[in-house]
């Protein structure tokens, strides 16, 4: 069994920043990338950065503002976030696509094996 135990978020003022951290635990895997999506209420879970094979990966409502930056061998992630607007304000969820020898869009929810609980990111204006 795989977990993902992720760290930070709370609250912040907008133009601030927040810091979310995720490791995964358990039983250990190779992962082809980790990354993190985030879901508003009312909408639907959407891709915000991902770190897979040494590079970085970011959706564009993000890009800019947000830097991840991970260790795939350690099957670590962390996104630091930057000038926070308000519609950054959602629950945030760390995910792992496990390497599976081939290419996985790693934008795509649908691929990522495991996930994180959440953590809640609430940006006030």
């Known amino acids: 069994q795989v977990q993902l135990v992720e760290s930070g978020g709370g609250l912040v003022q907008a133009g601030g920043s927040l810091r979310l951290s995720c490791a995964a635990s358990?039983?250990?895997?190779?992962?082809?990338?980790m990354g993190w999506f985030r879901q508003a209420p009312g909408s639907e879970r959407e891709f915000v950065a991902s770190y897979s094979r040494g590079s970085p990966y970011y959706s564009d409502v993000v890009k800019g503002r947000f830097i991840i930056f991970g260790d795939n061998a350690k099957n670590t992630v962390t996104l630091q976030m930057n000038s926070l607007k308000p519609e950054d304000t959602a629950v945030y969820y760390c995910?792992?696509?496990?390497?599976?020898?081939?290419?996985?869009?790693?934008?795509?929810?649908?691929?990522?094996?495991?996930w994180g609980q959440g953590t809640q990111v609430t940006v006030s204006s």
């Open positions: 995910a792992a696509i496990v390497n599976r020898g081939r290419y996985v869009p790693i934008s795509v929810a649908s691929e990522y094996d495991y």
């Open positions: 358990g039983r250990t895997f190779s992962s082809f990338g």
